[in-house]
């Protein structure tokens, strides 16, 4: 059975950073891309950073230079670290790999 399981979320203020983890069973990262996205109130989800199989990495415009990707293969995790958060990055993550989703975690940006 795949599990896909996020952490790291919470309250923080503008300016702060927040780092999100993703693990999973079932499913090996280090052999498949896998995403974060987000999605806020309101809006459609959207897509925030992929890491690659080979390890590149891509970003929303809305998060380049703030936001990063990684990912431990010895743990089987993937990280988003995320600095300088504007009230705009509120929004529940959600990680994939292949077709698989967890439940998501909150990260809401206020002062």
């Known amino acids: 059975q795949v599990q896909v399981v996020e952490s790291g979320g919470g309250l923080v203020q503008p300016g702060g950073s927040l780092r999100l983890s993703c693990t999973a069973s079932?499913?090996?990262?280090?052999?498949?891309?896998a995403r974060w996205y987000r999605q806020a109130p309101g809006k459609q989800r959207e897509l925030v950073a992929v890491?690659?199989?080979?390890?590149?990495?891509n970003y929303a415009d809305s998060v380049k230079g703030r936001f990063t990707i990684s990912r431990d293969n010895a743990k089987n995790t993937v990280y988003l670290q995320m600095n300088s958060l504007k009230p705009e990055d509120t929004a529940i993550y959600y990680c994939?790999?292949?077709?698989?989703w967890g439940q998501g975690t909150q990260v809401t940006v206020s002062s």
């Open positions: 994939n790999c292949v077709a698989y």
């Open positions: 079932g499913i090996i990262f280090s052999i498949n891309a």
């Open positions: 890491i690659t199989r080979g390890g590149n990495t």
